[in-house]
């Protein structure tokens, strides 16, 4: 797969560096690093490779078409080290927001699962956007589980009106696209299968998990955007509670400890996720344990690099 950045220790700085908190709003693709000038001895040395984009060895980029949607989509997949055809079946975790998610958590299981062995190996597949679609555009549409009349959205796309609510028919492209395609490919474990969401990608885990728990084993839900459209997957929580007393879920619940509201801004992520926690808590349902994690110091732009770490962790447990 081909990246035009190099990922080097700048990594967290730049991606960080990408989000655009006042929507939570995409995050968005990375930046290019410049090299400094070659000196003249150097220069001489430059062959036709130099300044050709980075790739990330082990990684695949799938375009899968969505026919419901009638779309296509960018699939991302990394192998681990010392993957084979003929070896065991691996579990499989699904990231959301791709262009940031993916090469991030991907360097952090190579980095602990590589030395300490504190993270097993597993099949990465990275969620990315639409093709053609801006990654605001394509997350909006296909994150969202309705359409929030009551504010006021622009579309980073020219001639386009923002569309919302969509995460229906995207879970189904999930489902019946990008699942069993992972399924034929590789030699994937998919009942040890993992969902992991940031922001809007958490607010359409949350939707998964309340639509059909039982697609992915472990879901880990970071900073959800639980404010949206009047709180309204407090409500769709509360149906579920009234048809269902099961939900086989392990679910790990995270919120940076500074998303809390300011000024005139009633968007407090700490209280909503403790609430939404104690509502799925209250209802006791067969088979559903919850953990939620607050990281004190961390806010929604900064907190995923620390929470992937500690869920990845708990996800897929190397040995000890």
């Known amino acids: 797969m081909l990246f035009r950045s190099t990922i080097c220790a700048a990594l967290r700085a730049l991606v960080l560096s990408t989000l655009a908190l006042p929507a939570f709003a995409a995050f ?11 000196s003249a001895a ?41 993957y084979a055809a003929n070896g065991p079946s691996l579990p499989v975790v ?29 099949i990465l597949v990275g969620l990315s956007y639409a093709v053609g679609d801006t990654p605001e555009y394509s997350r909006r549409r296909d994150y969202t589980p309705s359409t929030d009349t009551s504010e006021t959205y622009t579309s980073d796309m020219p001639g386009r009106t923002p ?17 069993p395609l992972i399924a034929e490919r ?12 940031h922001s809007y990608g958490s607010l359409l ?39 269902h ?14 998303e809390v509201a300011r000024g005139d801004d009633d968007t407090h992520m700490v209280r909503d996720l403790r609430n939404f926690d104690t509502a799925l808590k209250a209802h006791r349902y067969a088979g559903l344990r ?17 929470m992937i770490t500690n869920a990845l962790k708990w996800a897929v447990p190397g040995r000890k």
Do not use: C
Not at 28 to 38: M, R, S
Not at 53 to 79: I, M, N, W
Not at 245 to 256: H, I, N, T, Y
């Open 28 to 38: 968005a693709a990375f930046a290019t690093f410049t090299a400094p000038a070659a």
């Open 163 to 179: 569309r919302f609510g969509e995460a229906e028919g995207y879970r189904r492209f999930i489902a019946g696209n990008v699942l």
């Open 42 to 82: 150097s220069a001489a040395s430059i062959t036709q490779q130099d300044g050709a984009p980075y790739t990330l060895t082990g990684t695949t980029v799938l375009t899968v078409h969505a026919k419901e949607l009638e779309r296509d989509y960018q699939v991302f997949v990394s192998l681990p080290p010392g």
């Open 205 to 243: 885990g949350t939707h998964i998990l309340l639509s059909s728990p039982a697609l992915f084993g472990k879901y880990v839900l970071s900073s959800p955007s639980l404010w949206y459209d009047h709180h309204i997957m407090f409500a769709r929580e509360k149906a579920y509670a009234a048809g």
């Open 290 to 306: 919850t953990q939620l994690h607050v990281y004190e110091g961390k806010d929604h732009l900064d907190v995923f690099p620390d």
């Open 94 to 122: 699904v990231v959301t927001d791709a262009d940031y998610a993916f090469p991030l958590t991907r360097a952090i299981a190579a980095r602990i699962g590589g030395h300490s062995k504190a993270i097993g190996p597993f």
């Open 186 to 197: 590789y030699r994937a474990d998919m009942t040890r299968t993992v969902f992991v969401g």
């Open 245 to 258: 007393r099961e939900l086989q879920a392990d679910v790990f619940f995270s919120v940076g400890g500074l």
